[in-house]
């Protein structure tokens, strides 16, 4: 399986990202936000992996003016683009690895949703190398929303590296039909907390997404809120 498959995955995706059914609770999602942690439209956000920008955009359409999304795929930032364009919003939008943000202590809250930029990079190792670049992106008491795959779900996975591999098919831009081999880490919880803090933040929330409810026994994913120190 190559290691870099993200990049294939995504790169083919484009604006049919935006087609998954997960994508559809964005105004959700980012009112809950909103409410609780990102509550003044003067916020500088950093959107980590932001995609076809789906977040991003919601918070400009709501006044936030500060706002700067990156990605490594260009198609997506193709297509975030184009989407705000659209909108008649502004928003920073790079192409740009999560590894290797050029932030220093610039960004009020940092959002890396929907497994973006971190859980499906080759080894832990490399997730870790996000994590750092998070927390030098980001100011002191910054805070940090960050959703990841939860171990505790339905599939398959060895439990030597806490990695779940499945199947997918894609359309690459040549129209031809291709089954694409993925690889993805998991966590619990507690070992998360314990990342995180080893990487300077200071974990304030564990939750089912965008929600304070306990973290259950089968979801997909769950949130952890933190804030640097």
């Not at 977040?55 to 193709?78: C, E």
Request: net charge negative.
């Amino acid at each position: 399986m190559d290691p870099k498959w993200y990049k294939e995955l995504f790169e083919n995706m484009g604006i049919e990202y935006e087609d998954y059914p997960f994508t559809k609770d964005t105004e959700t999602e980012v009112a809950w936000m909103v409410k609780e942690y990102l509550t003044s439209p003067e916020m500088k956000i950093l959107d980590v992996g932001c995609g076809t920008g789906r977040h991003a955009i919601n918070l400009a359409t709501k006044g936030y003016k500060n706002i700067t999304g990156i990605d490594l795929s260009p198609g997506m930032i193709g297509a975030a683009n184009k989407v705000a364009k659209e909108q008649n919003v502004q928003v920073d939008f790079r192409v740009c690895d999560a590894r290797e943000l050029p932030f220093q202590n610039e960004f009020d809250a940092a959002l890396c949703l929907c497994e973006g930029a971190f859980s499906l990079l080759e080894n832990d190792a490399e997730n870790y190398k996000v994590l750092k670049a998070v927390h030098q992106s980001l100011k002191k008491n910054g805070i940090f929303i960050l959703t990841t795959l939860n171990l505790f779900r339905e599939g398959k996975f060895d439990p030597m590296t806490c990695r779940i591999e499945t199947e997918i098919e894609i359309t690459q831009k040549d129209g031809q039909r291709k089954t694409l081999k993925c690889s993805d880490r998991s966590y619990t919880f507690p070992e998360l907390k314990w990342v995180l803090e080893q990487h300077g933040f200071k974990v304030i929330s564990g939750a089912n997404p965008f929600s304070k409810e306990p973290i259950q026994h089968g979801t997909f994913e769950f949130m952890v809120v933190s804030t640097k120190l």
